[in-house]
């Protein structure tokens, strides 16, 4: 599935704005045919964004089930003929689409994009009703996982993973048009040899194109041409290729063109791609043949009011930190992010470990910390082969939509699942053999919980390389930095002799509120936070096989209640409005080389 796109042969609106809205409280509405109708109420809402925080109302926020949004939207005469596609970049949880009395769209999973060939449906010349439900609860089915307990007040979503269950159109809706004839797909997979690049590339296309020939050119950053080839796949070679580094998102591009038999252009579609390799050597991870040392932070699509809405100015401001702090990497927790994310990751040379919404699959832990749950993490009243069919998909439609972005260099399958059964490992075994055929060219890994150390973990040796989570001096050993850096030393090492493998600390981190102080460093305090992040740095800089580090979390977000959340999660190294905490200053000192 290819992103909108405007050029000679394609044009695109974004339907973003003000939408009417209106929350389900007595779940009515796919009875009553709300789609029919505008909908009841007079209520508005922004698009993109999560609905919850934007009402000074708890049964808004709180609410657990449908909501829907309806908009109206004229469809230009000129787009007759062509083929008009509805797109959604992102429903959280799912939803289901109507335009005007049809249905034209259903979707699983919050965090991916889907559409619809709407060209039968919509009125050309004419205002067309857009109508949306989305449902936000969280099932043993979904991924994320949750259950939904009925309470005498009504149903409370009860999920095990650590931020906020924020829902809606979280990111832009398109109306866009391709030609019938069209090519539908582009893989490309670089490589470097030498000084020599290559693209080798794959089109797909419509049935409607056959008879119709595929032509391919690469152009440098300044527009030169440097390749060209025909056909639906092949290879690009470039000379004295300029790499996409770490640090400098050098881009080509890829112009695609289905050409009739007079060598009329009859569709072009135009892909940013970077020439790079990965490759996880012995204890090494290597981009561009040269060892990869991760900086940076486990983040969160996160900000007061909008929730997880995508916003581009305050993406710009967070990839603005990112830099002012020296980091070089960020891993998508615990969702895939805005393709907007990656597209500025990849032009700007940030590096990217791109995770699946498989969260909270850990029954023993729920918000971050320990939980005394009696039922299993994997059986089939819980998290089974339902969930696994939901979570292959989820990967599926992950590596079919980033599989183009150079700053994609590794896969999670997962965040901290139970990994110390061997239920776990039936579970996650043919996921991670999916993910290495749908994409053979990045390495797999998944993020292991402290509660499954080297000796217990039953899944780590499926992975290309360790992702951890640690919380010594925090969630273990609090306040005891002495003993907590004996501890991870010691389980480090084990990691380290045990696979032979490269390690990233995918999270690290003490909650701490901004203004707290003490002269003698206490957990909560910003003078703890630097002590403890400072306490982690000696340990990675003693183990070679530390291949990176990921503090948790960038900025704090915001959580589910519960009595160890101030507010949401603390441990920000900047706070949510993004001021630096004491931690980012000397955070900024290891990481930036050139200060
Ligand atoms: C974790 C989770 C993350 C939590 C964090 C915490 O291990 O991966 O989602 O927010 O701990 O702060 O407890």
Redesign the pocket.
């Known amino acids: 599935m290819l992103r909108p796109s405007a050029n000679t042969s394609r044009d695109r609106r974004r339907l973003d704005g003000l939408w009417r809205f209106a929350v389900d409280h007595d779940g009515v509405g796919r009875e009553e045919q709300w789609w029919k109708a505008p909908l009841p109420g007079r209520t508005e809402v922004a698009v993109p964004a999560s609905y919850n925080d934007l009402f000074a109302d708890s049964s808004v926020r709180d609410h657990v089930g449908d909501v829907w949004y309806q908009t109206s939207v004229h469809v230009p005469a000129a787009w007759g003929g062509q083929r008009i596609v509805l797109r959604f970049d992102a429903a959280t949880h799912r939803a289901v689409v109507w335009v005007g009395d049809a249905q034209v769209a259903e979707h699983e999973g919050g965090y991916t994009p889907f559409e619809a060939d709407v060209t039968e449906v919509v009125a050309v010349g004419e205002e067309n009703r857009i109508t949306v439900v989305v449902d936000n609860r969280l099932s043993w089915e979904s991924v994320p996982p949750g259950y939904v307990e009925q309470t005498p007040d009504g149903p409370r979503q009860r999920y095990y ?3 906020f269950n924020y829902s809606g159109l979280h990111r832009p809706v398109w109306l866009h048009t391709t030609p019938p004839a069209h090519i539908s797909d582009i893989t490309v997979v670089p490589g470097i040899e030498g000084t020599t690049g290559t693209v080798g590339y794959e089109i797909a296309a419509s049935s409607e194109a056959e008879g119709l020939t595929s032509h391919v050119m690469l152009r440098d950053a300044e527009g030169r041409e440097v390749a060209r080839s025909a056909g639906t796949s092949g290879t690009l070679v470039v000379d004295q290729v300029h790499p996409w580094q770490p640090g400098e998102g050098y881009l080509y591009r890829l112009e695609a063109q289905l050409q009739d038999s007079t060598g009329t252009p009859v569709d072009a579609y135009s892909l940013d791609v970077g020439i790079r390799t990965v490759e996880v050597r012995g204890n090494e991870f290597l981009i561009n043949g040269e060892p990869f040392y991760f900086t940076g932070f486990g983040m969160h699509e996160d900000h007061s009011v909008r929730g997880k809405g995508h916003d581009d100015a305050s993406m710009v401001h967070d990839f603005a930190l990112l830099d002012w702090i020296g980091a070089n990497s960020l891993r998508t ?2 969702y895939p992010y805005a393709e907007e994310v990656l597209d500025y990751a990849d032009r700007h040379g940030i590096v990217v470990i791109d995770e699946t919404a498989a ?1 909270g699959m850990n029954l023993g832990l729920a918000g ?2 320990m939980n005394a749950e009696t039922k299993k993490t994997f059986s089939e009243e819980t998290i089974g082969e339902a969930t696994q069919r939901t979570h292959l998909q989820a990967i599926r439609e992950l590596v079919a939509r980033d599989k183009n972005h150079p700053s994609v260099v590794l896969w999670s399958v997962a ?2 699942p139970e990994s110390d059964t061997e239920a776990s490992r039936e579970y996650f075994e043919p996921l991670f053999t999916a993910t290495r055929e749908l994409d053979p060219s990045r390495p797999v890994g998944f ?1 292991n ?1 402290m509660l499954a150390p080297v000796d217990k973990c039953l899944v780590s040796d499926l992975a290309d390389v360790i992702m951890v ?1 640690r ?1 010594y001096g925090w969630y273990v050993n609090p306040g005891d930095l002495a003993n907590a850096e004996r501890a991870l030393e010691d389980e480090l090492t084990g990691w380290a002799d045990r696979h032979g493998k490269p390690i990233i600390i995918t ?1 690290y ?1 003490a ?1 701490t509120v901004a203004g707290l102080h003490s002269v003698v460093a206490q957990p909560w305090t910003e003078e703890y936070q630097v002590e403890f992040l400072e306490m982690y740095h000696r340990v990675f800089d003693r183990i070679p096989a530390v291949v990176g580090e990921q503090v ?2 960038f900025a704090d977000f915001a959580t589910a209640a519960g009595f160890a959340r101030v507010q949401g ?1 603390k ?1 920000g190294v900047f706070t949510r409005e993004r001021h630096p905490k004491a931690a980012a200053f000397s955070l900024r000192k290891r990481w930036r080389k050139d200060i």
């Open positions: 993973h650590d931020f927790s615990h969260v971050g910390i965040n901290e993020v919980v989570n919380y999270e981190g909650d948790w979390n999660n441990k």
